[in-house]
């Protein structure tokens, strides 16, 4: 036997002993359900027997082809070969990823609905507004009613009458000895209380009634708040005088909207030349 036989022989026996191990491993690769890919010099290979190209945005890794692109059936389709694709120039194929298909994405309902509330945000920068109320300061209103207490206690005149000021959430009920230091109690009442900064107005009076052991008892109703009557009262009011701002009525308070300043110091004055039994505050200018 020539040395050179030998040596092919060795090499086609290493060959053959090397087609068997694969046979082998394939027959084991597929006994456990998995495909064997023939794998050359550049890269695995086709049934056909010709290399494999990944598509566009795909890698191997580990034996496998994976996608690098978005998530989902469309984008990430793992194990997918595709085969070289010729480059599609403008105009040409289906959309690519550029301005087209930006625009396309953008063209959707939730497109519309963000340029929607750009635009509402966009013509709210350029208005102003203000709230029309009618409140107090409640604070200001138990600091009032400590001062009438302690008065009351000092005056030669009330303080034998066991007068009682006691303040409810939404009223002020008065008991005395008679109408006469009622009178005195209420007077004392709206002295403080306009010391204190606080509209007169705020306070219903009611008709005194005659309680146990001959004394008298008053109930004043706290005013807070525009009326749903008065509220459209002065909605029109406003609309008919100035025709440049909106109104809208917001529970017991008027929001006035108008793209001029002076639209709105004109409703202001209009509104307190209005003699109202309510008091009027404006607040939240913006």
């Keep these: 036997m020539q040395p050179g036989g030998g040596h092919r022989q060795g090499r086609g026996g290493r060959a053959g002993g090397g087609a068997d191990q694969g046979q082998q491993a394939s027959g084991s690769m597929q006994a456990k359900g998995l ?11 086709a049934p056909g027997g010709q290399p494999l190209e990944h598509g566009p945005g795909r890698r191997q890794v580990g034996g496998h082809e994976i996608g690098l692109g ?8 793992a194990g997918k070969h595709h085969p070289r694709r010729k480059h599609q120039g403008p105009g040409e194929g289906g959309v690519g990823h550029g301005d087209a298909a930006r625009d396309a994405e953008r063209a959707g309902p939730f497109s519309r609905l963000w340029q929607s509330r750009t635009e509402r945000v966009r013509a709210m920068a350029d208005s102003f507004s203000f709230d029309v109320v009618s409140d107090f300061d409640r604070q200001e209103l138990v600091n009032a009613l400590d001062q009438v207490r302690r008065e009351l206690v000092q005056r030669y005149d009330l303080k034998d009458s066991n007068t009682e000021v006691d303040l409810q959430e939404e009223a002020i009920t008065i008991t005395t000895a008679s109408d006469m230091t009622l009178e005195a109690v209420l007077d004392v009442l709206r002295q403080k209380a306009t010391k204190r900064k606080l509209s007169l107005k705020i306070f219903d009076v009611q ?17 807070k708040g525009l009326s ?6 002065l909605s029109k009011q406003v609309r008919d005088s100035i025709k440049k701002v909106t109104v809208a009525i917001q529970g017991d308070s008027l929001r006035v909207t108008g793209k001029n300043k002076d639209d709105l110091q004109q409703v202001i004055q209009l509104l307190k030349a209005e003699d109202l039994e309510v008091p009027l505050q404006f607040e939240n200018y913006r």
């Design 70 to 77: 978005a998530g989902g059936p469309q984008g990430n389709q």
């Design 228 to 233: 749903q009557e008065l509220a459209k009262k």
């Design 35 to 45: 495909k064997t890919v023939l794998v050359g010099p550049v890269g695995p290979f």
């Design 207 to 223: 008709s005194a009634e005659p309680v146990g052991g001959n004394r008298v008892q008053q109930v004043v109703k706290l005013r």
